[in-house]
């Protein structure tokens, strides 16, 4: 079921006094061969550090939370939304999260008030740890991108960017498990292109598409804790196959360089998952036309300032 965009404004309206209004700044397109500036949307400065708050407190706002809590499972991101969103609204969360998770998303988790169970190597160990746990305990699932509700809290981004800075040409997502690009998709429609931006060595969407259905794929590099997912989810594909344009894919190094030029030329902090998007056009990975205006969502930035202050 693809959300229409009436569903996405009036979750954008339910989510009003819990979320941030992310700023936009737009920044000269020439070194990228583009006349016309390039609009970047800085949801990394949304609570958490990432676009998730939308998602979670949506699902948290619009569904009914049982006594035994909430559980989700977690590269860190979600995990820090929703505890970030439980603690907020007063309820008890359970987070599960991988061994290859930040220390400083675990932290984050942590000091919103949630119990972190950290186990298993991958995001699927950890997803498989939490749904044995609803299982036990009767917990509400938040799942990190495979939920209605989740996609549609994600779909607020587009709106609000679209008011601030747009219309777009073409927008650059990157992708995890494919909650956060489904839910732009679905606001966006086919009036814009919508590319999706996959590390090399975790392409879940872009293998799917190939495949004609979500397959599993190995998942590993500096951005596989965001995103790392070991396959699509199953309501994004449905979205996503018929709604985007391209994918395309970035090296480890890429992403390292954006992150990189992301700090020192705008001191914009984002992690390595959260600046994937910036490194496929600074890659030329995505080459767009010269007349297009183009959107690049910074959707992370939860990382190790330590890092970004060696960077100078």
Known sequence: MIPDRDVIREAEIRLRGHIRKTPTIDISGKPFGLAKPVSLK??????????????????????????????AASGGNHGAAVSYAAGKLGVSARIFVPTISSPVKIDAIKRNGAHVV????????????????QTESGSLGIHAYDGFETIVGQGTTALEWEQQAGPFDTVLVAVGGGGLISGMASWFGNKTNIIAVEPETSCALDAAIRAGNPVNVSVSGIAADSLGARSIG???FKILKDM???????TDKAI???QQTLWREFRIAAEPGGCAAWAA??????????????GILICGGNTNLWSLAEMQ
């Open 42 to 71: 800085l949801e990394y400065l949304q609570h958490s550090g990432s676009f998730k708050a939308r998602g979670a407190f949506n699902n948290l706002l619009s569904r009914k939370v049982p006594k035994s809590g909430i559980a």
């Open 118 to 133: 950290v186990d298993g190597d991958r995001y699927a160990d950890a997803l498989a740890n939490c749904e044995a746990w």
């Open 234 to 236: 199953e309501k994004p």
């Open 244 to 250: 985007i344009d391209d994918v395309a894919l970035v």
């Open 256 to 258: 390292l360089a954006a």
């Open 281 to 294: 056009l600074q890659s030329h990975a995505c080459q767009p036309a010269p007349n297009e205006r183009v």
